[in-house]
């Protein structure tokens, strides 16, 4: 990546200038130059789900909230009934909603009026950058993630933010779409940021980064607008009230531990037990006393090989709510699975069941979760 300090629109034009001749370029200002380039959804999830769940699990619920928002947006009246998915995203993002989308301009000075914006009104300023990318170099590299969409009437929104973490996908939105989108020139990018276990190193190395220093944001924004015609009225002709309410400094509202152990069941029904031990987590987090979340969790991470950290959950459930004839069954089912004696805590849970008359729940639970003990204690069918 390489970095340049810009102290004057003079010489930010001419390096541009430069950049067009050489390739097709496309430029993203952001206000703070400590910013990565991560789209606005995952900064919203980042900041509502703090401390909760892993990296993947992020992704996962910006890809959930992204889908959520388009179908929320598809009820609200705002958009023709079979506008396609990404059209809406486009303009939800253009009115300041939170998407899994990046904005690029065709036109440098938009990037730089955005470079310029204050960081924070009450704060230090900060330095802001630019960055520029020749996208058709990069999409004539077979070895580039960066992948173009001409038609978005037939993307698949669901499958296309899934291949999020292979792909970075690039579209040039339409003139008629919105005139923020006509004025901004805007192209959009995303995937970008969204999944980080993909390796987008070499992409991110090919860019051309503008830094432009805190304290000449203020007159280069004076000069924009004087001798360029560029400012928020001009960038900003009209404004909705519902993507306001979606903008990236909105909270997701918090799901309730009910709800967060629904997407567990969900994911499990699915075949994605890594993901119904997350969501699981997250139930039990919200409501500790929940047995059913805890076992859950852990059986699904004995799914997925981690009986050290199932069986870490299941004692540290045991220490704090007693020998409850479920976690018992967890653990009996869990050192089954690592070929450890299961037999003690098996014979206990079914003790427990029968004498707080759950013997069928008992067997329900060994049916999904213990195949393997279903054929060592001789349990075939219901």
């Not at 560029?230 to 309410?245: A, C, K, M, N, R």
């Not at 045991?318 to 089954?336: A, E, P, Q």
């Not at 079914?350 to 054929?375: M, Q």
Request: net charge negative; hydrophobic share 35%.
């Amino acid at each position: 990546m390489r970095d340049k300090t810009i102290s004057n629109i003079t010489e930010y034009i001419g390096i541009c200038n430069d950049l067009i001749n050489s390739g097709f370029f496309a430029f993203r200002g952001q206000c703070c130059s400590l910013w990565s380039l991560e789209p606005g959804i995952m900064r919203k999830v980042r900041r509502t789900f703090a401390g909760i769940g892993e990296g993947g699990l992020l992704f996962r619920l910006s890809v959930d909230h992204a889908l959520e928002l388009v179908r929320k947006a598809k009820v609200s009246g705002h958009f023709a009934e079979n506008e396609p998915d990404l059209s809406i995203l486009a303009s939800l993002q253009h009115y300041g909603a939170a998407t899994p989308l990046l904005d690029f301009s065709y036109d440098p000075l938009v990037a730089l009026y955005f470079a310029c914006l204050p960081h924070d009104e009450s704060a230090v300023e900060s330095d802001g950058k630019v960055f520029c990318i020749n996208y058709p170099h990069q999409m004539r590299s077979h070895s580039s993630p960066l992948r173009p969409i001409n038609d978005p009437s037939r993307i698949n929104l669901d499958s296309t933010l899934e291949d999020a973490s292979r792909y970075i996908w690039y579209w040039k939105t339409p003139e008629y779409l919105c005139r923020r989108s006509e004025r901004q020139q805007s192209v959009f990018i995303f995937g970008w940021g969204l999944y980080w276990k993909y390796d987008t190193n070499k992409l991110i190395d090919e860019l051309n980064v503008l830094v432009i220093s805190a304290e000449t944001k203020k007159s280069i924004l004076n000069e924009l607008n004087l001798s360029h015609g560029i400012s928020e009225q001009t960038l900003f002709p009209d404004v909705y009230g519902f993507s306001h309410s979606n903008s990236h400094d909105k909270m997701i509202k918090h799901y309730s531990s009910e709800e967060l152990y629904d997407k567990g069941e969900e994911q499990w029904r699915d075949g994605s037990p890594e993901w119904a031990a997350e969501y699981y987590k997250m139930a039990y987090t919200k409501n500790p006393n929940w047995i059913e979340a805890r076992c859950k969790s852990a059986l699904s991470l004995n799914c997925i090989g981690e009986q050290d950290k199932a069986l870490t959950l299941i004692n540290a459930s045991m220490d704090t709510l007693g020998r409850n004839w479920k976690l018992l069954l967890c653990r009996s089912i869990i050192d089954c699975t690592g070929d450890k004696d299961w037999r003690v805590d098996m014979r206990e849970a079914k003790a427990v069941a029968d004498t707080e008359n759950e013997r069928s729940e008992f067997e329900a639970y060994l049916y999904e979760y213990g195949a393997l003990l279903c054929v060592k204690t001789g349990i075939t069918s219901r």
